[in-house]
């Protein structure tokens, strides 16, 4: 193959997962993540949320709230909330525009699909974009378990076909407006699992074929801090993995940090993952020992100008790094 034939292959075949297609994203608040998405939560897709208690599952729709207000001022943003663990005062610490925010009612599949119907209908209407999130789908129950008596036997398949009809139904509405549909889902054990994965979700397999990102998330560890003696926790590492993406690579991860009552640390998020790319740091001219001094003092003086300076860096490093993967030809 020839020079010319070849760079006009990488070109198209990079074109897959670069930031320069014409879909709209909404920021996850952390600049390495939206390179695993592929640029962020796309409009007009579904994307499923997944982790284990305290992975910041919540505290990502509420950054995913808060980019939407900034990128979207004209949009509309819906929190259907089935858990009653919501605490609005923090959200509003980490930056959600709660008053901006039309909180959903109801805790059954039935009423869900009320909702999101009545929402696609006024979006594709109005032609304006929306964020909706559900948290979390493993909290809503559906009509015939709330109607039946707690004592009576179930075979537990009813909300999982609720759920196959719901996105059946509603999927190609989701599609024409411009409204980004996040599920957060709760984790739960395969039980006697022998092969496969030994984690799933409640609701069936309809996300599996309906969601267009799903993220799995974990965390790693604790980040603590001590005064005066006294060690608390102030954060934790997360590791996020793109198990299905439909707007990009799968199979991509990246870790961040997140801080109690701030969100995620992408400055420190970057920092750590150019350190561990070879010759990341170079090209920036920082001393790896230094940065998680760095992180905190460009947070403090909120140095936007650095912010997006580090910001494009890391990308155009990613997206660099991820070519290099890439197959030289096409098959076809």
Not at 10 to 38: A, M, Q, R, W
Not at 172 to 178: C, G, H, V
Not at 268 to 273: D, E, F, G, H, T
């Amino acid at each position: 193959m020839s020079k010319k034939k070849s760079e006009e292959v990488s070109k198209i075949v990079g074109n897959y997962f670069t930031e320069d297609k014409p879909k709209e994203f909404i920021h996850s608040g952390c600049t390495l993540l939206d390179c695993v998405l592929g640029g962020g939560y796309p409009l007009g897709r579904v994307v499923n949320i997944v982790g284990d208690k305290s992975s910041n599952k919540t505290g990502l729709a509420i950054e995913a709230f808060a980019n939407f207000n900034i990128q979207f001022p004209e949009g509309t943003m819906y929190y259907h909330e089935a858990e009653a663990a919501f605490d609005i005062d923090y959200a509003k610490t980490l930056g959600m525009p709660v008053d901006k925010v039309s909180f959903v009612e109801g805790n059954t599949i039935e009423e869900l699909f009320n909702s999101l119907d009545s929402v696609c209908k006024f979006h594709r209407e109005n032609n304006t974009p929306g964020l909706y999130v559900i948290d979390s789908l493993d909290a809503l129950s559906d009509k015939a378990e709330k109607e039946r008596d707690i004592g009576e036997g179930s075979f537990g398949a009813a909300k999982a076909k609720k759920l196959s009809e719901l996105f059946r139904r509603l999927i190609s509405d989701i599609e024409k407006t411009m409204v980004c549909l996040i599920v957060i889902s709760q984790v739960r054990d395969n039980i006697g699992i022998t092969f496969g994965s030994k984690h799933t979700r409640s609701g069936g397999r309809a996300l599996d074929f309906y969601a267009s990102q799903i993220v799995w998330l974990a965390e790693i560890k604790k980040i603590t801090k001590t005064v005066k003696g006294v060690e608390r926790p102030t954060g934790a590492w997360i590791r996020a993995k793109c198990k299905k993406n439909k707007i990009s690579l799968p199979f991509r991860e990246c870790d961040f940090p997140i801080l109690f009552g701030f969100g995620v640390d992408s400055i420190l998020a970057n920092l750590v993952w150019l350190k561990d790319i070879k010759g990341g740091l170079e090209g920036l001219e920082i001393d790896p020992k230094t940065i998680n001094s760095l992180s905190t003092k460009i947070i403090e003086e909120q140095d936007f100008s650095y912010m997006n300076k580090l910001e494009s860096y890391t990308k155009d490093l990613w997206y660099e790094t991820e070519k290099d993967f890439l197959p030289k030809s096409r098959k076809y």
